[in-house]
């Protein structure tokens, strides 16, 4: 599986945008997806996790209720809906495959990573 991130840049506090991952490979449907962040000077951590299928999602707890990953398996796609953006949510957004259906946190659980898109919030 191959994973393309778009969708980042430079947004006002308070505003939003909406990440996209394409991915290329028939296994798609079948694996959890997942998006993780890494500000500057931090380690890269889990912001959200959808199942294969959509039906079960988590959110870490600095992101929950600005944020909302869905899916579109027909499309290979997944999506990152950010609002209400903070200056704290600058960072590097990368998209991920794992290795299970399910929603897994852990970076470990992951197979296959995109090559990120920077998302910079100016306060």
């Known amino acids: ?26 296994t798609f449907s079948i694996r959890g997806m997942g998006w993780f962040r ?27 209720g600005r944020v909302t990953i869905s899916r579109d398996n027909a499309r290979n796609t997944v999506y990152l809906q950010m609002n209400s953006l903070k200056s704290e949510d600058t960072a590097v957004y990368y998209c991920a495959a794992a290795r299970v259906p399910g929603v897994v946190t852990s970076a470990d659980d992951y197979e296959y990573w995109g090559q990120g898109t920077l998302v910079t919030v100016s306060s």
């Open 1 to 26: 599986v191959q994973l393309q991130a778009s969708g980042g840049g430079l947004v006002q506090a308070g505003g939003s945008l909406r990440l996209s991952c394409g991915a290329s490979g028939r």
């Open 38 to 64: 890494q500000a500057p000077g931090k380690e890269r951590e889990f912001a959200a996790g959808i199942s294969r299928a959509g039906a079960s999602t988590l959110y870490a707890d600095s992101v929950k």
